[in-house]
């Protein structure tokens, strides 16, 4: 239990930056990432036995959306 518990805190963490994503992606987009947020938060929910394996899913949101929003100043332009 303390691992799903850890994992909880650190999935708020990454919505931290899903929700700034404001600063840089414009409104659909970020609407979008926080979309994916809430999949992987159900996810998270869903997995909540599994022991320390559910401490993949903060770092695939992590992941997701340093990716995203990457390709997005990349390819789509977004600037800070």
């Known amino acids: 239990m ?3 518990a850890l994992a ?3 999935h708020l963490v990454a919505g931290f930056f899903y929700i700034s994503s404001g600063l840089i992606a414009p409104l ?3 609407l979008v ?3 994916i947020w809430i ?9 909540r036995r599994t022991g320390p ?3 993949l899913i903060p770092v695939l949101a992590g992941a997701t ?3 995203l929003i990457s390709l997005g ?7 800070g």
């Open 39 to 47: 999949g992987l938060a159900v996810l998270l929910v869903r997995r």
């Open 28 to 30: 659909w987009a970020v």
């Open 65 to 67: 959306w340093f990716v």
């Open 73 to 79: 100043e990349m390819f789509l332009g977004w600037r």
């Open 2 to 4: 303390i691992w799903f």
């Open 53 to 55: 394996e559910t401490l």
């Open 8 to 10: 909880c805190l650190l």
């Open 33 to 35: 990432l926080i979309a």
